[in-house]
């Protein structure tokens, strides 16, 4: 089945400094990343997500990028902020799968001021 | 917007209780999850639904079993709970790839 590594396990940023978020998975088959952030004594929320059809997909200070070559995927966050802080989970998932999906083991993100 | 109600956001039970957790769902979508989350090791995918009276075993199904009698309702039953069960449960309800979760119940057994 399908593995996902996810690093590094924390990571500790200046506010208005970048933050990236490395995944790598093993099963060629998946087609579809999503990436969720969960804030204390929440459930996850998904933040952005990319195809396989796709590189690279941007929505305001988030970005996620895709090498299908080298199988992994990465989460970029620009100028961040204290609000940004929290637990951030990559997934994995392939069409036909029946949409399961397989998730990372985290990254505390930690925006100091 | 898509709501994923959980019924307790915590619960305590003794080892050898039968416990329910209840997961409501209000987008009609056909696929629910049930996942566990412990510290270093992420989301671990118990069992799924992909409609009424159907479901399918995750990774990790041992020790647990799931209901859905309805499609807004899917539930997690611990026959017989252990101590190796406490853990953040979260319940998921998906259209196509995308997944929506619950706020979580955080389960301790005693």
């Known amino acids: 089945g399908e593995n996902v590594e996810q690093h590094p396990s924390t990571l500790s940023v200046q506010e208005g400094d970048s933050a990236v978020i490395k995944c790598t998975y093993s099963d060629s088959a998946s087609n579809y990343f999503p990436w969720y952030k969960q804030e204390l004594g929440k459930g996850p929320q998904l933040i952005i997500d990319i195809r396989s059809n796709v590189g690279e997909k941007k929505d305001q200070r988030i970005a996620v990028t895709l090498n299908k070559t080298a199988k992994h995927f990465s989460l970029h966050i620009t100028e961040t902020q204290p609000e940004d802080s929290a637990v951030y989970f990559c997934a994995a998932s392939f069409t036909g799968g029946g949409n399961k999906l397989t998730f990372g083991t985290g990254t505390q993100l930690k925006v100091e001021l | 917007d898509v709501k994923v109600t959980q019924s307790s956001r915590y619960l305590v039970k003794r080892t050898g209780e039968k416990v329910f957790l209840e997961c409501v769902q209000d987008?009609?979508?056909?696929?629910m999850f049930w996942y566990r989350q412990d510290p270093g090791l992420g989301l671990r995918l118990i069992y799924f639904?992909?409609?009424?009276?159907?479901?399918e075993k995750g990774d990790i199904p041992e020790g647990y079993s799931v209901s859905r009698e309805k499609k807004e309702r899917f539930s997690l039953i611990l026959e017989s709970a252990s101590t190796n069960q406490t853990s953040m449960y979260l319940c998921?309800?998906?259209?196509?790839?995308?997944?929506?979760f619950g706020p979580g119940t955080r389960l301790t057994v005693l």
């Open positions: 998921a309800t998906g259209l196509s790839d995308t997944q929506y």
């Open positions: 987008m009609d979508h056909e696929n």
């Open positions: 639904s992909y409609d009424v009276k159907m479901k």
